[in-house]
């Protein structure tokens, strides 16, 4: 599929036969996986071989039951054929896997399936646990999860999480060298301890080893720092619960010189201190619980033939397909180990068929093999030796008509290979955790994992460039066998993905394989996500499809075949007059929703989805039916005064009507969303208003009814006998103040904030229809005729002075109205007598006002005898 297709939606629980085409779908049979670095390190180092031509598939060799080491074939040998080997076998592809895993095993698929639960409730323990104080790490013995460690807060936390997973314990860590692994667990199968060379500190005695390693990415640290990376493999926590550090040359420089063997096969070269540095068995002898031990030189397993699916770069290295994943645009692409693109100069995937190149896969998008860029371990004297990065590529562009699955294909029959092995979700190593590794070359082998950590590959210009040396995040296993060609393919324990495969030894001394993790790898691919293998959601209805209205719609997400349905699923419904919504899926595979309350006939359609992963949708059928209406709410505030009330709100069933009754009338019916807006027929009267609500659908008893008491203002009533700003003559003041408002109200009036008095000795309404009250309250007149009167106060001083008044129905009281009116002062009184000649003389206000009024009338007669002058002149002119 080319990179600007839209994303597109698959039912991924379908199986495709028929066509090439429609085989080659099914070959990239690929899962989504996750592995976590379970605090240990592991190093390893493959080659690769370049230029290969395409060799028939080997197959695998048989191994022995369950944590038994596989006896080798002969160097230079080939492997004899077993039950597993695609080139052995012709049954279908569903019997391959169950073969591995009774064959290496002895469980049945079922069990293998449980097995991958326990594996995952084992490392979501130890994402809570390894931060804790006392915490050295987490194993799987049998149907048991045992927690390694001691302190009190440790101890509280195992007890809380033993509630919700069975058979987990917590076991004290050994104290030394000598303790004994914990009882029925067999020791790794490894390499005896190495023995402490003459000349080295001596080390057997526990008080010479005070300290106590804690973590083995810092135990990693340090040995890089103290010793370098000469010769070491490995750090990890072993099965036992104490540290081991792996040596066996495939980072020494003398391993690449003249063809030599290496250190593996020279153990005092191997134990050999470096200038400068001290030698691995002086740095061991510090610590009380590690352990140094001989391992043999990894080899590669990234370029001979195809593994599960296997696929040719255009640098003709061969390599297997791991998962099937999302970009983060959604488009589809596939993931599979780094190395396979030679640190970025292999450009695109052809997929093999039968061993031979059919068609291109798509073209690499990224890839990287150690530290960011493909770096190599950083020099160990640097501040952060390690560079510890992952083992990850991504083919992208994916051809069109090629469809990337969630599963992991078994590789029973070349001719039929099948995705089988339904991948629901990611887990992270746990030591003693089985797993199964698929690829082209040697199909399915299974086992359990010995150790999780960080491990040194050589890269691709080594041994050339014995400094080109990478680490990644990754997981090893002494039972499973590999071979080169199925780099990249999947580990999976159960139905849950681990990892992909990296690096191995399969005919030498000692047979181990190593993997990627992949919850490792995805942190360097931001919004990348791993396709999960996810079934169509079915209806859980009673018989006949049919729910009560108001109540939950039920179904379920079949988990078979696989063990479980992915964790964080959600299933997104769809129905007219609704915007799509998802509901969870909780861990039974059941999940729920409330259906519109309409009764009748109901469909909707319905589709699995996590992120990108799609089921594919489903159209489902029901029959709602009738049921009893609850009362409906009323939703309008009750608990305040409102202006006026001419629409009511609320919520009920949809589809239903609501009829209103009381001091008020009308109807509307409710909608998809569930409210309600009555449009009252007349606006709601002044005071207490009483409503009542009833919801009705047809074939329905009516619902219970939903009354509210709302409280109606009545409008503010008028003053008729005063005008706003009037001004009044002192000596002529109003008897009363008069005005208008609703019949049979009550109003109040006060001037300048002051009620006045009531109507005395008239306790029934008068013929204004007012009402006393005592003199010290506001007056409460009771408007008959629509008009109020009050007396109007005696006295009030000269000045403005304000009116309030307000109407009060059924004790609700309406917003007051307001005036302003003056008082004049009255014109001053003059004295009673004549104005005389010797009154001018005298002085206060009695003399004053008759002088001015004399001299008043003497300047008007002026005034006219001016006129007369003029009037005159004028006519003799």
Not at 294 to 315: F, H, I, S, W
Request: proline share 9%; net charge neutral; hydrophobic share 40%.
């Amino acid at each position: 599929m080319s990179g600007t297709a839209a994303p597109r939606t698959r039912t991924s629980s379908e199986h495709r036969r028929g066509s090439n085409t429609d085989k080659l779908r099914r070959v990239l049979a690929l899962g989504a996986a996750a592995g976590m670095m379970a605090s240990s390190a592991y190093v390893g180092a493959p080659a690769f071989a370049a230029g290969e031509t395409y060799p028939s598939p080997a197959p695998a060799a048989g191994a022995a039951a369950t944590g038994a080491q596989v006896p080798a074939p002969a160097a230079g040998t080939s492997p004899s054929p077993s039950a597993s080997s695609p080139s052995a076998s012709s049954g279908l592809s569903e019997a391959a896997l169950a073969d591995a895993v009774q064959r290496d095993l002895k469980l049945t698929p079922q069990q293998f399936a449980a097995a991958g639960e326990l594996g995952a409730q084992a490392a979501a323990a130890a994402v809570q646990l390894r931060q804790l104080p006392g915490y050295v790490g987490i194993r799987i013995e049998g149907s048991s999860i045992v927690v390694t460690g001691s302190g009190q807060q440790l101890q509280a936390a195992v007890a809380a999480l033993a509630g919700s997973i069975h058979g987990l314990s917590l076991e004290a860590p050994p104290a030394g060298p000598a303790a004994a692994a914990p009882a029925g667990v067999a020791p790794s199968p490894s390499a005896p301890a190495a023995t402490v060379q003459a000349g080295a500190p001596a080390a057997s005695a526990e008080g010479q080893r005070s300290q106590l390693a804690i973590s083995a990415e810092e135990l990693f640290q340090e040995y890089v720092r103290d010793v370098g990376t000469a010769g070491l493999q490995a750090v990890v926590v072993s099965s036992s619960g104490k540290f081991v550090i792996r040596t066996g040359g495939i980072a020494s420089a003398q391993s690449t010189q003249g063809g030599g063997t290496g250190t593996a096969s020279n153990p005092a070269a191997a134990d050999a201190a470096a200038p400068g540095k001290i030698s691995p068995s002086q740095f061991v002898s510090r610590y009380a619980n590690v352990e140094l031990d001989r391992g043999a030189l990894l080899k590669p397993e990234a370029a001979e033939v195809p593994g599960g699916v296997g696929y040719q770069t255009d640098r003709q290295t061969i390599c297997s397909t791991g998962y099937s994943a999302f970009d983060p645009s959604g488009l589809p692409a596939v993931l599979t180990a780094g190395h396979c693109a030679e640190d970025g100069t292999a450009k695109t995937a052809d997929l093999l068929f039968q061993g031979l190149p059919n068609g291109r896969l798509g073209s690499f998008q990224f890839s990287q093999f150690g530290g960011p860029g493909n770096s190599t371990v950083l020099n160990p004297n640097s501040p952060q030796p390690g560079n510890v990065g992952v083992d990850i590529a991504v083919i992208g562009s994916i051809r069109q008509g090629l469809d990337p699955l969630p599963a992991a294909s078994t590789y029973g029959d070349p001719s039929e290979p099948g995705p089988d092995v339904k991948i629901i979700g990611t887990s992270a190593p746990v030591i003693g955790m089985p797993v199964c590794r698929s690829g082209w070359r040697t199909g399915w082998s299974c086992g359990h994992i010995s150790a999780v950590g960080v491990f040194l590959v050589g890269g691709h210009n080594y041994p050339t460039d014995p400094t080109d040396i990478r680490a990644f995040n990754g997981f090893l296993s002494y039972d499973v066998q590999s071979n080169g060609g199925d780099s990249g393919g999947p580990w999976i324990s159960g139905n849950y993905a681990v990892g992909t495969h990296s690096a191995g030894d399969w005919g030498g001394t000692q047979n181990f394989a190593v993997a990627a993790t992949l919850d490792d790898s995805l942190k360097v691919l931001p919004g990348y996500q791993l396709e999960l293998f996810l079934n169509k959601p079915a209806l859980a209805a009673p018989t006949g499809g049919t729910f009560k209205a108001g109540t939950s719609i039920t179904g379920r997400v079949p988990a078979a075949p696989a063990s479980a349905v992915a964790e964080g699923s959600r299933v997104r419904i769809t129905y007219a007059g609704r915007q799509p919504f998802d509901v969870p899926v909780q861990p039974d595979g059941t999940w729920s929703f409330t259906a519109p309350d309409a009764p009748g006939p109901f469909s909707f359609t319905a589709e699995t989805v996590n992120g990108f992963s799609r089921s594919g949708a489903v159209s489902l059928d029901t029959v709602i039916s009738p049921s009893s209406l609850p009362a409906p709410t009323i939703t309008t505030a009750a608990n305040q005064p409102l202006q006026g009330l001419k629409t009511v709100d609320g919520t009920g069933t949809p589809g239903a009507t609501i009829t209103l009754s009381g001091d008020v009338a009308g109807t509307a019916l409710v909608g998809a969303d569930g409210r309600w807006t009555v449009a009252l027929r007349a606006p709601a009267p002044a005071g207490k208003v009483n409503v009542t609500a009833v919801q009705s659908y047809a074939g329905l008893a009516d619902s219970p009814p939903a009354s509210v008491v709302f409280s109606v203002m009545p409008p503010p009533p008028a003053v008729t006998s005063l005008a706003d700003g009037q001004h009044l003559k002192q000596e002529a003041l109003p008897a009363s103040l008069q005005g208008t408002g609703l019949n049979g109200a009550d109003v109040a009036v006060s001037i300048d904030g002051k009620p006045l008095p009531g109507t005395a000795g008239s306790a029934a309404p008068g013929p204004t229809g007012s009402r006393s009250v005592g003199s010290s309250l506001a007056p409460l007149v009771l408007v008959a005729g629509g008009t109020w009167t009050v007396p109007f106060p005696s006295g009030l001083a000269p000045g403005a002075h304000t009116v309030s008044v307000t109407q009060a129905v059924d004790g609700v009281t309406s917003t007051p109205a307001q005036l302003t009116f003056t008082i004049d002062a009255p014109p001053p009184v003059l004295p009673a007598g004549n104005i005389t000649a010797g009154s001018l003389a005298a002085t206060g206000a009695s003399g004053v006002l008759p002088a001015a009024l004399a001299a008043a009338a003497a300047l008007a007669v002026g005034v006219v005898l001016m006129v007369l002058v003029r009037r005159r002149r004028g006519r003799a002119d």
